[in-house]
């Protein structure tokens, strides 16, 4: 998954999604945090297994077992409902992946276990659903913005490593762009295509790509 900083909030397009808004003059149902949650993962978990392109409302109230003005106390329609939930997955995800970031010491480490760990959460997202992502102009930008912030994250990283002395002298910017590039080529789709990894299994290539360009110690 990419992933983002911890203190960062998910991301979409256009004004923020609203749980409860719906068309104006319409009722509004209320939902308690739990129930709220308990949807959402359920929603989360339809979408990352299956894409979302030839969903419904009605297809999802039956599925979730629950009346569509429920799912309206969610999000106010469909697209937004999904972009709900690949926004939820993306958060989630981001607290995972920096915690398992922070129970690293050695800085190249910090940085390989980041993007295998973006990996091993973009490895909960099926083939279908990333290409529906892609294929939507609103949560193309939420998957956009998040990989913006995942090359800064590791951009950061990598200078903070130099300066430190704890990565061997190598042109910090240079691999940083680097880095970029190749995130770019993950998120077009252009190198998943030519090599047929998946987006995961490209991220888990990248980490050990960068600990070999950054680590002092030959690998």
């Known amino acids: 998954m990419i992933s983002y900083p911890k203190n960062s909030s998910p991301v979409g397009n ?14 509004r149902k209320r939902l308690d945090d739990d129930r709220r949650d308990e949807l959402l993962a359920k929603l989360q978990v339809i979408v990352l297994t299956e894409g979302f392109a030839g969903l419904t409302v009605d297809t999802l109230a ?32 981001a607290e995972q992946v920096e915690e398992e970031v922070a129970a690293v010491a050695d800085p190249a480490r910090q940085i390989a276990t ?24 609103t949560t193309r930008e939420i998957y956009t913005l998040n990989s ?29 762009q680097a880095v970029g590039l190749l995130i770019d080529g993950i998120h077009s789709r252009e190198l998943l295509d030519s090599t047929g990894l998946s987006s995961g299994d490209a991220f888990i ?11 002092k110690t030959p690998r």
């Open 14 to 27: 256009g004004a923020p999604v609203r749980p409860g808004r719906r068309a104006a003059g319409a009722g």
């Open 205 to 215: 290539e990248l980490s050990d790509l960068v600990l070999g360009a950054v680590s």
């Open 62 to 93: 039956t599925r979730l077992q629950c009346s569509k003005s429920t799912l309206y106390a969610l999000s106010s329609n469909r697209h937004h409902l999904v972009a709900t939930a690949l926004k939820r997955f993306f958060h989630d995800a």
């Open 148 to 176: 913006l912030a995942a090359t800064s994250r590791v951009r950061g990283m990598i200078h903070a490593g130099v300066q430190s002395g704890d990565f061997r002298s190598v042109h910090a910017e240079f691999v940083s």
């Open 114 to 137: 980041y993007l295998a760990a973006v990996g091993n959460q973009m490895r909960r997202m099926s083939a279908a659903c990333y290409a529906d992502m892609l294929d939507n102009d």
